[in-house]
Nanobody
């Protein structure tokens, strides 16, 4: 599975941004698509995930109420809609694919990764 993330950029606090992730290759085995982020000097952290077939979502606390993950099953696309952005949301955002049954918030339990797209939120 190959993943290509896009949509990052420089925005102001309070703005919205939508990240996209295009999946290609052997997507028929996909179980979950996740979004993670890594801020400078910090560990990669879970943002949220979505089941590939059912579209059920799960979010980390910082994302709840502000971020929404969706997917287009036909187009093999996953999206991360981010609203009310804060400077602390500044990070490189990664999409990841998990081929195994059962959701996970651990980055080491995802099997494929995109290259990351940078989001900078200015105050």
């Amino acid at each position: 599975v190959q993943l290509q993330a896009s949509g990052g950029g420089l925005v102001q606090a309070g703005d919205s941004l939508r990240l996209s992730c295009a999946a290609s290759g052997r997507t028929f085995g996909l179980k979950y698509m996740g979004w993670f982020r890594q801020a400078p000097g910090k560990e990669r952290e879970f943002v949220g995930c979505i089941t590939w077939i059912g579209g059920t979502t799960d979010y980390a606390d910082p994302a709840k109420g502000r971020f929404t993950i969706s997917r287009d099953y036909v187009k093999n696309m996953v999206y991360l809609q981010m609203n009310s952005l804060k400077p602390e949301d500044t990070a490189v955002y990664y999409c990841a694919a998990r081929m195994r049954v059962g959701s996970s918030s651990r980055f080491d339990e995802y099997d494929y990764w995109g290259q990351g797209t940078e989001v900078t939120v200015s105050s």
